[in-house]
């Protein structure tokens, strides 16, 4: 079984400035996926950035980028230039690729961009 | 394009009571799923099915079942609403290929008392 691990309850950022959101993992496949997810006050859960674990070159989205490090079974989330609208949990998911494809969440972590 | 329609958004149950809260997707996804969420923790999986036909156990899915009849239609039925079931519900669906990723409704804030 896969377990998800995100060891920062709750963070604060100044507006403007980077914050990094941690994520570890525990896997006996090679075959899966990392994702991050957002979800604000709305409850909608909103996809961030995802990851193949079969490539090495980490992922961007415009302001989001991640840190996968494979061997260290870690995945952290990169918010540069945070804004307002940032404010909202993030949730660290792993899914395998395999049978139910399910996700696996870690609790969250809850962010605060102050102005 | 709608994506994945969840109704009802919000809903009381009193103990006992029964409901059946519906999932409807338009992109012709195999895969679809329910989550629940407890305050504070992140999504764990009740029920899913690969088609239409299928369906399978999830992690925590006592006091619950489905039906999948169709390809676009996923609903979930709460037998004898217990206050151990007040949560948060997600309806997905899941986009393989390529760009694996889930498609998720908006929720259902349910609350038994």
């Known amino acids: 079984a896969q377990t998800v691990t995100q060891s920062q309850p709750e963070m604060s950022v100044q507006e403007a400035e980077t914050v990094t959101l941690s994520c570890t993992y525990d896997?006996?496949?090679?075959?899966?996926?990392l994702f991050w997810y957002k979800q604000p006050p709305s409850r909608q859960m909103i996809l961030v950035i995802r990851?193949?674990?079969?490539?090495?070159q980490n992922a961007t989205e415009n302001r989001f980028s991640v840190n996968f490090q494979k061997a260290a079974k870690s995945f952290s989330l990169k918010i540069s230039d945070s804004q307002l609208g940032d404010t909202a949990m993030y949730f660290c998911?792993?899914?395998?690729?395999?049978?139910?494809?399910?996700?696996?969440f870690g609790k969250g972590t809850k962010l605060s961009v102050i102005p | 394009n709608a994506g994945v329609t969840q109704t009802p958004k919000f809903r009381i149950l009193k103990i006992g009571q029964s409901m059946t809260l519906q999932c409807t997707q338009d992109?012709?996804?195999?895969?679809m799923y329910w989550y629940r969420q407890d305050p504070g923790m992140g999504l764990k999986l009740i029920y899913y099915?690969?088609?239409?036909?299928?369906?399978d156990k999830g992690e925590v899915p006592n006091g619950y079942n489905v039906s999948r009849s169709t390809t676009e239609d996923f609903p979930l039925r709460l037998e004898l609403a217990a206050p151990s079931q007040t949560s948060v519900y997600f309806c997905?669906?899941?986009?393989?290929?390529?760009?694996?990723?889930?498609?998720f409704g908006s929720g259902t804030r349910l609350t038994v008392v």
């Open positions: 998911a792993f899914m395998r690729l395999a049978g139910s494809y399910q996700l696996t």
């Open positions: 896997t006996s496949e090679s075959n899966y996926y």
């Open positions: 990851q193949e674990a079969y490539k090495q």
């Open positions: 992109m012709n996804h195999n895969y």
């Open positions: 099915s690969v088609g239409a036909g299928i369906t």
């Open positions: 997905a669906s899941l986009l393989q290929g390529d760009n694996y990723g889930y498609t």
